[in-house]
């Protein structure tokens, strides 16, 4: 796929499904960085019940969290925990290392079975790393997520000013 198709595709995902949506900019945003900071912990096979439930506890925008935590998949999980493993250890004085992040992993990915059993052999695999993966990813998880809520906060203010100021006169 071109970059261009796929940069087209996520433009038109976010003012479409994001800034048009029919709710208050705050619980828009607030779902996104609900979506972001799920999206960035290591909650694999619960992400968007998590999400939804969050947001439903923070009186955010139900739904608009979900595609975001779609981000985290076989494919990317890696690129998204290793930095937070890594920087988890490093908090933890760097008692935990690389190696043991991706044997961790490894055995985590070798997936077999139903859901529950994929599942319970991910935390079975991640437990040895466990509190460097989560302090790391938590730490990630809230930077990002508060970066989400105001630029998602701005951006549905300004969507919504524009097309204010480019709605005919009539509608006015």
């Given at each position: ?65 979900v595609p975001f935590v779609w981000i985290s998949n076989p494919f990317t999980l890696v690129p998204i925990y290793g930095p937070n493993f890594l920087l988890g250890s490093w908090l933890l004085g760097g008692q935990y290392t690389w190696r043991q992040f991706d044997r961790a992993f490894h055995q985590a990915m070798a997936f ?61």
């Amino acid at each position: 796929m071109p970059v261009r198709y796929v940069l087209n595709r996520l433009r038109r995902f976010f003012v479409y499904r994001v800034l048009s949506l029919d709710d208050t900019p705050h619980r828009i945003a607030l779902g996104v960085a609900i979506g972001i900071f799920v999206t960035w912990t290591p909650t694999i096979g619960f992400q968007m019940i998590l999400t939804v439930a969050l947001a439903w506890l923070l009186r955010a925008n139900k739904l608009v969290g979900v595609p975001f935590v779609w981000i985290s998949n076989p494919f990317t999980l890696v690129p998204i925990y290793g930095p937070n493993f890594l920087l988890g250890s490093w908090l933890l004085g760097g008692q935990y290392t690389w190696r043991q992040f991706d044997r961790a992993f490894h055995q985590a990915m070798a997936f077999h079975g139903v859901w529950y059993e994929r599942v319970q052999a991910w935390w079975h695999a991640i437990w040895p790393i466990f509190m460097p993966l989560w302090l790391g990813s938590f730490l990630v998880g809230i930077l990002l997520a508060i970066l989400a809520y105001v630029l998602v906060y701005r951006a549905v203010l300004l969507f919504r000013l524009q097309r204010q100021l480019h709605e005919p006169a009539i509608h006015k």
